[in-house]
């Protein structure tokens, strides 16, 4: 069955980068796009990026644009989401999704990052 | 950019109830809106896509309707596993997606 396993989460000081990792299973990775969404505590859900099923396209919220990257490996089935310039409101779990047409099929479990001094 | 305005933010009630959630997009979606249940703790998951199809899986006391910019989302007979919070979501020429706030459903 589809598995996506993220990790790389942690406490981190404001302005530092950290970089998340998304392993996929179950499925043909490179045939679905993939998308990074953040849930603050206690907040609803929030839309972070999306990347096409073989990288050629990427999208951003404007929240983290020109801060965070997606990207994507699909020789190792593994989507990552790297953010620079972290701020404090950037606390949150973080969840990587399948996209399945226009829907988000399959979640992770979610990691958290924490972004304090 | 689409903004999504779910309504209620919260509700309370019975076992047996019928529970109405609703969500209107700023513009029109045409049906790409899908629904999402979370429980504490866990990750969101997949109940309703394009507005009325239920995911495999999903009990058929869940279904959405609508199309445009008004969309519904039903619980038939609320039971206590429900207990949730429930977000819209439209997604928008492929780059852009959005949820609603949120809705929490508690037993009264």
């Known amino acids: 069955q589809v598995q996506l396993v993220e990790s790389g989460g942690g406490v981190v000081q404001p302005g530092r980068s950290l970089r998340l990792s998304c392993a996929a299973s179950?499925?043909?990775?490179?045939?679905?796009?993939m998308h990074w969404v953040r849930q603050a505590p206690g907040k609803g859900l929030e839309w972070v990026a999306v990347?096409?099923?073989?990288?050629?396209?990427?999208s951003y919220a404007d929240s983290v644009k020109g801060r965070f990257t997606i990207s994507r490996d699909n020789s190792k089935n593994t989507l990552y989401l790297q953010m620079n310039g972290l701020r404090a409101e950037d606390t949150a779990v973080y969840y990587c999704?399948?996209?399945?047409?226009?829907?988000?099929?399959?979640w992770g479990q979610g990691t958290l990052v924490t972004v304090s001094s | 950019d689409i903004q999504m305005t779910q309504s209620p933010s919260s509700l309370s009630a019975s076992v047996g109830d019928r529970v109405t959630i609703t969500c209107q997009a700023s513009?029109?979606?045409?049906?790409?809106l899908n629904w999402y249940q979370q429980k504490p703790g866990k990750a969101p998951k997949l109940l309703i896509y394009?507005?009325?199809n239920l995911e495999t899986g999903v009990p058929s006391r869940f279904s959405g309707s609508g199309s445009g910019t008004d969309f519904t989302f039903t619980i038939s007979s609320l039971q206590p596993e429900d207990i949730a919070t429930y977000y819209c979501?439209?997604?928008?020429?492929?780059?852009?997606?959005?949820f609603g706030g949120g809705t929490k459903v508690e037993i009264k």
């Open positions: 513009q029109d979606i045409s049906n790409y």
């Open positions: 179950g499925f043909t990775f490179s045939s679905n796009g």
């Open positions: 999704a399948r996209l399945r047409a226009w829907c988000l099929d399959s």
């Open positions: 990347i096409w099923y073989d990288g050629s396209k990427k």
């Open positions: 394009d507005a009325s």
């Open positions: 979501q439209q997604y928008d020429n492929l780059s852009q997606l959005t």
